[in-house]
T-cell receptor, first 114, second 112 residues
């Protein structure tokens, strides 16, 4: 099993450009999450999905959109990138059938917006 | 205001000694607590967890203690090894939607 994979690993954008980050998991998990990690801020939840075709907002959803068309994939889109979106983005997935189900993380995407 | 606090940004320990990482939380309704470990250029990985019905959970060299009255938990690593050098995040699984609330992390350095 590959677990959780993220594409791309690195990306540099100019302000105003758009891009999509792809997350894929092969563990048949229902729940998927997108986080961003910034220095001194810990991990903050951007959006999450509790199943195929559903999405919900997290703590910091502004400037991002997501889609979960297939159970194994969760896409994070930036329509018009801003320097404030420079960050490391992590995708995670879990069963979440019980409070004891843990989240499994991908390796991260380092995004720089100039 | 932060609901999960890790007040020590960094900790340095000698190999073979005990490492103690601390975490405080604000809401007495939180019912499940987790520790994740993160190496540079990798995603966080689950380390150990504890339910609010327990006060201790042990897994090999790692033990988590929960003090509900003080709203405090700690992670003990004994003995510490250089491979334990990483950032450790405390997280709380809060509420029915199962979202995690994260601390800012503590960077542990275990010196040979």
């Amino acid at each position: 099993n590959a677990g959780v994979t993220q594409t791309p690993k690195f990306r540099v954008l100019k302000t105003g450009q758009s891009m999509t980050l792809l997350c894929a998991q092969d563990m048949n998990h229902e729940y998927m999450y997108w986080y961003r990690q910034d220095p001194g801020m810990g991990l903050r939840l951007i959006h999450y999905s509790v199943g195929e075709g559903t999405t919900a907002k997290g703590e910091v959803p502004d400037g991002y959109n997501v889609s979960r068309l297939k159970k194994q994939n969760f896409l994070l889109g930036l329509e018009s990138a801003a320097p404030s979106q420079t960050s490391v983005y992590f995708c995670a997935s879990s069963h979440q059938r019980a409070v004891t189900d843990t989240q499994y993380f991908g390796p991260g995407t380092r995004l720089t917006v100039l | 205001d932060q609901q999960v606090k890790q007040n020590s940004p960094s900790l340095s320990v000698q190999e073979g000694r005990i490492s103690i990482l601390n975490c405080d939380y604000t809401n007495s309704m939180f019912d499940y607590f987790l520790w994740y470990k993160k190496y540079p250029a990798e995603g966080p990985t689950f380390l150990i967890s504890i339910s609010s019905i327990k006060d201790k959970n042990e897994d090999g060299r790692f033990t988590v203690f929960l003090n509900k009255s003080a709203k405090h938990l700690s992670l003990h690593i004994v003995p510490s090894q250089p491979g334990d050098s990483a950032v450790y995040f405390c997280a709380v699984n809060a509420g029915n939607n199962r979202k995690l609330i994260w601390g800012l992390g503590t960077s542990l350095a275990v010196n040979p």
